[in-house]
């Protein structure tokens, strides 16, 4: 699988929040990360990430667990 994904800065977050709920209803959540590496960072210097997000919301809190590997090649770092 390779994952792609855009950002982009927001002008205006409550006229996008607003457009957005014309499509669907948005569910406040909140998430935070937590990254491992092992001793001397090693993953970090190959480009890897292994964290756990705990994301809490009004279903409940779940966990995730993930690892990014390196990008595919240079045109999508």
């Known amino acids: 699988m390779i994952e792609a994904e ?8 409550a006229a996008v929040r607003q ?4 499509w669907a209803a948005g569910v406040a959540e909140t998430y935070s990360d937590t990254y491992f590496d092992a001793p001397g ?7 890897r990430e ?3 997000r705990t994301i809490a919301g009004p279903s409940g809190t779940r966990h995730l667990l993930t690892f ?7 045109a999508t770092q």
């Open 19 to 22: 457009r957005l709920e014309q």
């Open 50 to 52: 292994l964290r756990v």
């Open 68 to 74: 990014k590997d390196r990008p595919v090649d240079e």
């Open 41 to 47: 960072e090693t993953l970090a210097a190959r480009e």
């Open 6 to 13: 855009i950002k982009a800065r927001l002008v205006d977050p």
